[in-house]
């Protein structure tokens, strides 16, 4: 079980899938840095991280499911570099109309 009040996870360049609900509802988490070598994140993988303002999704990583950062309402910002482009942006939903998300393809 993960501590939910962590605030900066580096994923291991080993891991190649981040299991449904895995840091769900880890309020406090702002970092999150993801390794070449990711392919998936499933399901709300990252839920209700409410601290989290930016993400970085390498090129490896080519699923990202429903709702895998659904309620991260301060998520404002998320960089799909390289060969994400096939990632549908619904997947990651913020649920915050004050905060418009932006894209950027690297």
Do not use: W
Not at 17 to 23: K, N, Q, T
Not at 25 to 41: S, T
Not at 67 to 88: K, M, P, Q, W, Y
Request: with cysteine; charged share 20%; proline share 4%.
């Amino acid at each position: 079980d993960i501590t939910r009040n962590i605030r900066h996870v580096i994923i291991d360049p080993s891991v190649t899938l981040i299991s449904e609900r895995a840091f769900y509802d880890c309020d406090q988490l702002e970092i999150v840095e993801f390794c070449h070598g990711l392919q998936e994140i499933k399901d709300r993988a990252f839920r209700h991280c409410t601290s989290l303002t930016s993400i970085s999704i390498p090129p490896t990583v080519r699923v990202i499911d429903d709702s895998a950062f659904r309620d991260c309402t301060s998520l404002v910002e998320v960089r799909l570099c390289g060969g994400t482009n096939n990632i549908n942006s619904n997947n990651i939903n913020h649920n915050n109309t004050n905060h418009p998300m932006n894209y950027f393809n690297n």
